[in-house]
């Protein structure tokens, strides 16, 4: 791990934006607050105020420091849909205090998301959800390879790969600390040979591929991969549509 001071610096790119009298705490998340950082990384910052809310500010000083300026209204709403955020809140569950002008302020936020992370289970509707999405964005991709239709194969080839993670996420619960982590999660649950890691790798596009109609093939022995492992926790009607694709995914390839 590389080490850095950024504790000033962060105060001192707030204080530039956010008005002292309107600044409640600012926490550090992201791969600096886990110790997962390396030269890379951006340093994810999280700004509450009492009344301020804007979009993600992106500041260069040596380094990125991606700022996210929300008021309580936004904590007290992300804690109340959890089952919709619980990404977002397990980001707070590891967060650093850079300031708080009270006292525990971020500590209660910080207890309040490891709860949410120990108890959390995804409601079956927002699972059914994903499941859905991810088969159509499949069509599209089995689609658009019958038809050669680039345009299609481009929107499809998200079903078979990040549609996909959001399923098993929702499913599975599985949840990754890190944006860097998402591939790695994938291949870890799946059990995934070296054989098909390497495919996954064409798949998401994280090795060079010939084209978008290769990357697309590849994408298919992933989703047949990931349908036989969750096949056995699915209803009937949702391994009937997994049939279904998979023997037009047969078909083609």
Request: proline share 1%; glycine share 6%.
């Amino acid at each position: 791990m590389i080490e850095i001071n950024i504790r000033k610096t962060i105060k001192e790119i707030v204080q530039e934006i956010v008005p002292d009298n309107k600044l409640l705490a600012i926490g550090l998340t992201g791969s600096y607050a886990n110790n997962s950082y390396d030269e890379t990384s951006d340093v994810d910052i999280l700004c509450i105020t009492c009344n301020i809310a804007s979009s993600d500010h992106i500041i260069i000083r040596d380094k990125y420091y991606v700022i996210n300026i929300v008021d309580e209204n936004y904590i007290n709403e992300l804690f109340r849909h959890s089952n919709l955020h619980i990404s977002e809140i397990h980001g707070y569950s590891y967060m650093k205090i850079i300031y708080e002008r009270e006292r525990g302020f971020l500590d209660n936020i910080i207890t309040h998301a490891r709860d949410k992370i120990g108890s959390q289970q995804y409601e079956t509707t927002k699972a059914k959800e994903e499941f859905i999405a991810w088969l159509e964005e499949v069509q599209k991709a089995i689609s658009g390879y019958k038809s050669n239709d680039h345009n299609k194969m481009l929107q499809g080839i998200h079903g078979l790969s990040f549609g996909m993670f959001n399923t098993l996420k929702y499913y599975y619960n599985i949840i990754p600390i890190t944006d860097n982590e998402f591939f790695d999660k994938i291949v870890s649950f799946n059990d995934f040979t070296r054989a098909l890691k390497k495919t996954s790798l064409l798949a998401f596009g994280l090795v060079e591929v010939s084209g978008i109609k290769e990357r697309i093939e590849n994408g298919f022995q992933v989703f047949k991969a990931v349908s036989s492992k969750i096949y056995p926790s699915l209803s009937k009607r949702e391994k009937e549509y997994l049939d279904l694709l998979a023997g037009k995914i047969d078909n083609l390839i």
